[in-house]
């Protein structure tokens, strides 16, 4: 039985599955049927963890490197691009056979990879289903610029500039913001705390618990009237380090491990600290909370980063001035100010834009020809 939807993803940081499974929760309460993929276990174990480990490398022990290796392969046609292609299709094989088995009406990808070997049987006529590309950072790589690819959502006007500078046809891209879970958007609104209220500080280190989380914890050192929930993610040992941690630093933290609930986290917390990946500015955002960014790298990040501190919806900061940064954030009183605007700089209901783009596409593929 076909379904209408599969939508796939890749673990290569957490933003990339949480989009997925926005638009996935978005299209159910339409009753829809999905299928949400992994695009790794449809691939040789190997190619899998070469990626994410490399991935993982890179951004966390080489982040300059990972920064030029971004703009240096911003363009289509790169002396690798050859190379790159073969793999992927070695590689990924698997995924296109699964989905071709599944024959849903539209597949949706927020992830570039799947793109690769996706678009090209799109073209060849194995896929007959609309193929849509989700970007989820405030920059359009190159990479999400295949061919074949049906459609293009991109989050923000900066986004759409990129791609159209990258040949991807005008009338397939569609700004529709990064989805989130409606939770995020169901957050209440931020107000300066009172004067003897605690300042509740949420400091995130998203999905892999990659970042200079520790350099932000002592930053808090000496600092009275903060309440800090420090969330690690996935990373091993980090949550008792940081435990261990916060405790000769004399730093009173609620520390914990992989968070399903971000969403309730924001929701108590006055401000976000955090990396700048393209999910957790969008959740902040959106839930109405300012950020302070501290250790971005250099790439999609920093784009990411510039977004959020451009549009007064929050601040850039060395690791270890993480702590003064948000005390001067209560005491200049701008945090009520700065998450509205952080809310306005947000696309609401950006999961249902992407499947509006997505179903419009499948109504346009089903709609007779005219004689």
């Not at 790159?84 to 992830?111: E, M, Q, S």
């Not at 990396?275 to 501290?294: F, Q």
């Not at 250099?298 to 784009?303: C, D, K, L, R």
Request: aromatic content about 6%.
């Amino acid at each position: 039985m076909a379904i209408d939807l599969v939508i796939v993803h890749s673990p290569v940081g957490g933003g990339h599955k949480s989009a997925a499974l926005a638009v996935a929760e978005a299209a159910r309460a339409r009753g829809l049927t999905v299928e949400v993929l992994d695009t790794f276990e449809h691939a040789p174990r190997v190619f899998g963890q070469a990626y994410v480990t490399a991935h993982v490398t890179w951004t966390g022990m080489a982040p300059e490197l990972y920064g030029n290796a971004f703009f240096s392969a911003n363009h289509r046609n790169g002396a690798f691009e050859p190379f790159r292609r073969a793999v992927d299709h070695v590689a990924w094989a698997g995924l296109v056979k699964r989905v071709v088995a599944l024959a849903p009406r539209a597949v949706i990808a927020t992830h570039h990879l799947p793109l690769v070997v996706l678009g090209r049987a799109r073209r060849k006529g194995k896929l007959l289903c609309p193929l849509i590309g989700v970007v989820t950072d405030y920059v359009t790589h190159a990479v999400w610029a295949e061919k074949g690819v049906d459609a293009l959502c991109v989050p923000s006007s900066g986004a759409l500039r990129d791609a159209l500078g990258h040949r991807f046809p005008a009338s397939q891209l569609h700004v529709t913001g990064i989805p989130v879970r409606p939770a995020f958007e169901r957050v209440p609104s931020l107000r300066d705390p009172a004067p003897r209220e605690p300042l509740r500080v949420l400091v995130t280190s998203g999905g892999f618990g990659v970042g200079p989380i520790r350099d932000i914890v002592r930053s808090f050192a000496g600092i009275r009237g903060v309440e800090l929930t420090v969330v690690c993610g996935r990373a091993p040992g980090l949550e008792r380090r940081v435990t261990r941690l916060a405790g000769e630093a004399g730093v009173k933290a609620r520390v914990l491990g992989f968070e399903k609930d971000m969403a309730a986290r924001m929701a108590e917390a006055h401000v976000i600290v955090g990396k700048a990946g393209g999910l957790t500015v969008t959740e902040a955002m959106t839930a109405g909370r300012p950020m302070v960014i501290a250790g971005a790298i250099p790439g999609n990040e920093g784009v990411n980063a510039n977004f959020v501190a451009r549009g007064g919806a929050g601040f850039l900061a060395d690791p270890a001035d993480v702590g003064s940064v948000v005390v001067g954030m209560r005491g200049h009183g701008v945090l009520g100010a700065m998450g509205a605007s952080a809310k306005a700089l947000a696309r609401t209901r950006a999961a249902d834009r992407v499947l509006d783009v997505a179903m419009g596409l499948v109504f346009q593929v089903a709609a007779p020809k005219a004689a």
